[in-house]
């Protein structure tokens, strides 16, 4: 007998799978069963009674959404009766649906005025609202969502999606009967209750009674144009569809599929609200070249053949190491691929970098070195099946919200148990069955803690260790003495807290650890992440699903920049610069000798202009004056250099040092592809049409070499990226026609490769995984008498990277206007610091006036602030030490004083 059920539906037999409705196996075999209370990301409720059918055997229709399939059912989803008791229930929701259908921004997308004229209701059942103005109920006041009453069938859908995806509950009922309407709780406005405006209840309304407010009369559904692409924020690398009315060729919204990936129609604030940045008044529109201290006017041919001649000339005097560039993590693979093979091929040097520079180079760096890949070990969707989640140094829920919705749903109907450290009690903490409140800079006291109670107490996998690692005992010895009890005087957490945390992690049948810049951003980044790493072998944790090692990238195509060799010590696909029989292959390619020498990094490049050695900076969509680590040093760098070119869609701060400034395509008007943080390449589409007089980014950087006496031509970005496929072996197989749905993970080596969900399975990409000895460093500056806080620097909910595109929006701007400093109650009150007031808070390289927040979510003597504000840049006061290997500055620690203004 075969283990997969069969059901009939409408005579036709079909195959299910235990555990299936009768409305998903129709909705799998494309058969229309009306619904409107059904989101397959939610618990079916039967709420709104328009899915029955009939079922043999049963007395009366059931709703298809609840009722669970078994062998041989059979089910008629159209007979007559099953039509006329639809119709009833249409009508009785017209009656309270006071919407006019030819004038809702939803007309065209609504599933209740598709089923009204399938099923032919009559015309008076599309009643006048005798209110004519949407309620604002619990949206008083609320930039972003907007709610109508009139239009509301009282589905709960918003409801449940808010409790059981999103896991927020900021909505609820209120009244009975006839008066139902959604709210927050006491009818509090939305702003103060615990939405996080996702919008989530937005893309779950069947109705159009919740919408984006600012989208509000800029065009119907059924006039709206809708792209596929990825959105520009975090690495996640979420599918979204910009919907463009063509008439202004503005979006008006963005919306999600269910059941995309890697996001399942799930978006967060930024992704959904924080596009106004693309038709911004202020995006540049024309080249501009520095006169006189003052930016005039240039056409492209002035400014390209400037830049050429500049560029050519400081390359004849003082040598081709003289220039550096820097690449970026918001522009796209093909962007960055053309970038580096400029810097390689026409100015003749590996001084090129980005920003992964100040994030994850010690990913790289350590998982490379233990491992033999520097990425994500493991994909998204495996995260919600794992028996063990440990996250330390990683704010996933507001970092990387709809992957933390992955690691809610694994503790909340999974059952998984989630250890959080972190120094703060962050958001996630919620759903922790432990927090490790772990002074920051003192990561590798507390895994090596943890491995000594795994080891002592036997609960390592020593067959994994035998048959696929080396090393075991060199690390086992460096930590025989290091005791939960030394680990507490380091980090001040209780040593019996280190034992439940080794035992849960340890005795888990899958753990997988998720981290992010808290781990990366200290002179001890890649020790950090080698101790994570031998954590993950000493217990098996690696090449099967939902385990690993799992850094979370934190730019839109942080990953794809690395890949694609936007480094200054390797080509695409991490082929080292310094390898011979490699750089053969690159020079055959390119048709260019090529150097073997290892570039400079973001910070030695500022350094290098401070000694002389660095003469010109390109600079490609990064704003290293706001984003940079002890910004009087890094602005005077800027201010300082011969020469100075930024390419980017504003005149950010970086790009006011400049002497030529050239205006370039965001994504929404760009063709390319995007790598998310699991390794996914992903399309980015043209959406809308550039400002006039802008350009793209590799067709710029391409005019600039062919003027440099460097031919670099091509049709269009699918041309790049298969001349990528060309040179680098994890992109082998990668193809705009491949990728055109659904995006395929790396190392996919060639046109018939299916991609990789997850690495390292049966054997390491270097063989065998490496245990390292890590011994605990102190951070470079600890507090003192004169600076007696620890300051550590991080992201917020709202706002991204230099908030050069998220501050740009309205709904953004509401609930998170400015920048501040959290500190801890105490602290405040022997300060005499209010909740608002204005600090100063200074170190030893700075001082900046600030917001004062007071919270007990920190500890005493540890303060904390956001680094995406101009106005009292978190990074005037941060340390530019850097990691001896990965050459990442330590953002996470520094010493500090507040004081009340």
Known sequence: MSDIPTITINGKEIPARAGQTILDVAIENGIEIPNLCHDARLKPSGACRLCLVEVEGQKQPVTACTFEISEGLVVKTETDFIRRLRKTVLELLFYEHLGVCTTCDDNGDCKLQRYAYEYQLDDDVFQISTVN??????????????????????????????????????????DRAANIEVTTAFDIPLNDSTCE???????TCPTGALYERQAKGKGQCKDILRTRTTCPYCGVGCQIDLNVNPKTNKIVRVTSEVGCIPNDGNLCAKGRFAMDFVASEKRLTCPLIKRNGEFEKATWDEATNFIAERLTKIKTQNGPDSIAGLSSAKCTNEDNYIFQKFIRAVIGTNNVDHCARLCHSSTVAG????????????????????????????????????????????????????????PRQIDIVRFAELHLSQKPGTDVALINAMMNVIISEKLLDSDFINDRTEGFDAMAEALKDFTPEKAEEITTVPAEK?????RIYAGALTATIVYSMGITQHTTGTDNVLSLANLSMLTGNLGKESTGVNPLRGQNNVQGACDIGALPNVYPGYQSVEDSAIRAKFEKAWAKELSGNKGLTVVEIFHAVETGDIKAIYIMGENPALSDPNLNRTRKALDMVDFLVVQDIFLSETAQYAEVVLPSFCFAEKDGTFTNTERRVQRVRKAVTPPAGARNDWEIVCEVATKMGYRMQ????????????????????????RIDSVGLQWPCTDKDHPGTKYLHKGKFTRGRGKFHPVEFKAPAEEPSDEYPFVLSTGRQLYQYHTGTMTRKSAVINQVSPTGYVEIHIEDAGKLGIADGDT????????????????????????LFMPFHFCEGPANMLTIDALDPTAKIPEYKVCAATIRKE
Not at 498 to 502: D, F, L
Request: glycine letters at 8%; hydrophobic letters at 40%.
């Open 498 to 502: 280190i034992r439940q945390a080794a």
């Open 133 to 174: 103005v949407a309620q604002e109920n619990y949206t008083t006041g609320n930039e972003a969502i907007e709610y109508d009453p009139d239009k509301c069938i009282r589905c709960g859908r918003c409801i449940r999606i808010c409790e059981e995806v999103q896991m927020d509950s900021a909505l609820t009922f209120k």
């Open 367 to 422: 998982l490379a070195r233990a491992f033999g890949s520097g990425a994500m070990t493991n994909s998204i969707d495996e995260l919600k099946n794992s028996a063990c989640i440990f996250i330390i140094g990683s704010n996933t829920s507001e970092a990387h919200p709809v992957i933390a919705l992955s690691i809610k749903e694994a503790v909340a109907r999974n059952g998984a148990k989630l250890i959080v450290a972190d």
């Open 839 to 862: 600090v100063e808070v200074a170190t030893i390289r700075g001082r900046v006036s600030t917001l004062a927040k007071v919270t007990r979510t920190i500890e005493r003597g540890w």
């Open 197 to 203: 405006l996702c919008g989530q209840c937005i893309s």
């Open 714 to 737: 091509y049709d269009g970005a699918e041309t790049i990226m298969n001349e990528i496929a060309s040179v680098t072996p994890i992109y082998g197989g990668i193809s705009f026609d």
